[in-house]
């Protein structure tokens, strides 16, 4: 017990109250914490436009990339459980763009896309097509978007099989002995079972998606402009580009706040989907 404890407090106890106790220091204050300024740094970081301008870019991101994570890997899940039920060979595929580094990940897309030599870009040129993926704000955070979902839709996928794995087949076929379809039996057996799963495989996803920062840091490096400078790249801007080590910790606790908000909803939600089976 006391090694789990000394392991808590040194992992996880002692940085954020160091980040906190930074927070409540000067706002360009050196990382020592000489005085103590109240929450000042938190009303700052919160009367800032261009916070709220980022929080905003993480919702749009961390909408647009789950929902489309969610119905694809749900929908390819449902069809490969009758297609390959328990596949070990298709597991295994499924399990390989989750596992990459987002940074080797990011860095294929940006030779994919950039400017006129990359391959993607080359080619849709030849057809007509041009367009500056990386330095249009019209385009940028889709491509952010697009990247996320193609390593992680997979591992949606995966998790979504595991769930189907314990769905009671006797429900599956008492449905079709009462005449249901197939679809049928998806839209009124299988998906409101295994709905608390699906809950809980977004709230992984939502954790790991807010924290995304290579693939930002690579591609577009918050631009062009701040087009895509999400939540976790406006604070590293604050606290490492700018060094007002005060605001950006303070910015790092508003993060943090933010998500367990978002958690706790999601597990609310859950508990909720469980208590109505």
Not at 130 to 142: F, N, R, V
Request: aromatic share 10%.
């Amino acid at each position: 017990m006391a090694p789990l404890v000394v392991v808590l407090v040194t992992t996880t106890i002692l940085p954020i109250g160091y980040m906190v106790a930074l927070a409540l220091g000067d706002e360009d204050g050196d990382l020592g914490i000489t005085s103590v300024q109240g929450v000042a740094n938190f009303g700052t970081a919160l009367a800032s436009g261009a916070l709220w301008r980022s929080v905003a870019l993480a919702v749009e991101f961390l909408v647009g990339a789950l929902a489309i994570e969610i119905v694809l890997g749900v929908s390819a899940a449902l069809l490969l459980d009758r297609l390959v039920p328990r596949n070990p060979v298709v597991r295994m595929l499924l399990l390989w763009p989750a596992v990459l580094p987002p940074i080797a990940v990011a860095l294929v897309f940006k030779y994919l896309l950039q400017g006129d030599i990359g391959l993607v870009s080359y080619y849709l040129s030849a057809v007509g097509i041009d367009q500056a993926w990386l330095t249009q704000a019209e385009s940028a955070m889709g491509v952010i978007i697009a990247v996320d979902v193609w390593q992680y839709t997979p591992f949606v996928i995966l998790l979504t099989l595991a769930a189907l794995a314990g769905f009671p087949p006797e429900l599956r076929e008492a449905a079709h002995i009462d005449g249901a379809g197939p679809l049928t039996v998806i839209r009124y057996v299988v998906l409101p079972v295994i709905a608390p799963a699906i809950v809980a495989i977004t709230l992984l996803r939502f954790i790991d998606a807010i924290q995304v920062f290579p693939t930002i840091y690579v591609l577009t490096r918050g631009g062009p402009g701040s087009s895509t400078q999400l939540l976790t790249y406006f604070n590293y801007q604050v606290f490492f580009g700018e060094l007002r080590f005060g605001l950006g910790a303070a910015i790092a606790v508003l993060v943090v706040v933010f998500t367990m908000a978002c958690v706790v909803m999601l597990l609310a939600l859950q508990r909720r989907m469980e208590r109505a089976l």
